[in-house]
């Protein structure tokens, strides 16, 4: 002391300072008589004598002499927080994380062995800077912390949501805090490859046909499962195409009518098994188309006196999708009758004079017969014009006049 009749304090630059454990004991080392001033005045000391090694470990203080009433110019104290002595300061500050940023990430994002984030822990006690320790909960198994380089990383694959993993760094005073790192994992979104889209089909297409195979594909999940969304009373349905696709398919037992329902809108669902994607299909439906009679309109004539079964004109009807076509009078007559060609079976119709009529040009000398031809679907219909030949009345070329 330079001046024994007054404190004097003695600041230790950073870097220098002994760190200072709790439950450590002050003291001084003397190869002799005392050199610090003390008085007898009430104080606190313990001695050991013979020790003449350095202390490179903790040591047993058991076997020390206790003196109660030694109080030294020179003595410290220290506190779990902070105190403060006249002659020497001690300070313990409590160590703190750097900012946790938030993390986000998509799941296609993170493998095993990804480094999440790098914590920053920091104390204000420089002595302390490079023997902080952290310890880690991650309240799960998905995260692990690595003291030697400061890292949180993957150890399994997080599910799609919230992780709050906890850190918290400790001093060697055993000051500490704590602080959440915040780590989301957001679901990439599947994606339906051919949605939106538009398909036509026959309105005489077979029920439980598949008419639109669906293009989903995900990052993570394989295969994506797909639905149908809504869509009461519309008969298609969303259903697997083994092994691993979807496609939407007409209901069975459905018949479909265009004049009833010329296009259908149904909605897709495809999901990841966390989240659902929507598209649109329109199907639109191709009308069955109605036949064609080649041969009418058309005019015939035949004498009036005939009354025999007579072929008068030949039908000549096609169907564009090769359906079965079927003719008859509308309305029906008791003189004229359209059916089938001997010896034809099927679609080869004529129309008929019938047997055993009596015609009358003078009352009907043309007669407009509509004939109809259909398919199972829709029917057309033409005319038919039959004209009678009037029986001329005999001429006398000559007549002998007898007197």
């Not at 109080?71 to 506190?79: E, K, L, S, V, W």
């Not at 994380?97 to 822990?121: M, R």
Request: with cysteine; charged share 20%.
């Amino acid at each position: 002391m330079t001046d024994p009749g007054n404190n004097e304090n003695e600041n230790i630059a950073d870097g220098n300072r002994i760190r200072v454990y709790k439950d450590d004991l002050m003291g001084l080392h003397s190869t002799g008589n005392s050199i610090i001033f003390y008085e007898n005045t009430g104080g606190t000391r313990l001695k050991l004598t013979g020790v003449t090694s350095a202390m490179t470990s903790p040591y047993d203080w058991s076997a020390a002499t206790d003196n109660n009433n030694f109080q030294y110019a020179i003595n410290a104290r220290t506190t779990p927080s902070k105190y403060r002595q006249t002659v020497i300061h001690f300070q313990c500050e409590i160590p703190t994380f750097s900012a946790l940023p938030d993390i986000t990430k998509f799941n296609d994002e993170v493998l095993v062995g990804d480094i999440v984030t790098t914590v920053t822990a920091t104390d204000n006690d420089p002595e302390d800077a490079n023997v902080l320790q952290i310890t880690f909960d991650g309240g799960s198994t998905y995260f692990e912390y690595l003291n030697s380089t400061n890292e949180i990383r993957v150890i399994s694959v997080p599910p799609v949501g919230v992780h709050n993993p906890s850190l918290t760094v400790t001093d060697p005073c055993d000051r500490s805090s704590s602080s959440t790192q915040k780590i989301t994992i957001v679901n990439r979104l599947p994606v339906i490859n051919n949605l939106p889209s538009t398909v036509s089909i026959l309105e005489d297409t077979p029920d439980d046909t598949l008419i639109f195979t669906i293009n989903a594909t995900d990052t993570v999940t394989f295969p994506v499962t797909c639905d149908k969304k809504g869509g009461a009373g519309i008969p298609f349905n969303v259903s697997d195409i083994p092994p691993t696709d979807n496609g939407v398919f007409m209901d069975p037992g459905v018949t479909l009518n265009y004049d009833n329902n010329p296009s259908y809108t149904i909605t897709v669902r495809c999901n990841d098994d966390d989240d659902n994607v929507e598209g649109i299909l329109t199907i639109n439906i191709i009308p069955n188309q109605a036949p064609v009679i080649n041969s009418l309109p058309d005019s015939v004539s035949f004498l009036e006196d005939d009354n025999t079964n007579t072929l008068l004109h030949r039908i000549n009807v096609t169907d564009f999708e090769g359906d079965l076509v079927t003719c008859s009078l509308n309305p029906t007559s008791t003189i004229f009758d359209v059916s089938l060609i001997p010896p034809s079976t099927v679609e080869d119709y004529g129309v008929f004079l019938k047997g055993g009529t009596v015609l009358n040009y003078d009352i009907t000398p043309s007669y407009s017969l509509d004939i109809e031809c259909g398919d199972h679907r829709r029917k057309v219909a033409d005319v038919l014009t039959v004209d009678l030949i009037r029986n001329e009345v005999c001429n006398f070329l000559s007549l002998l006049k007898i007197a």
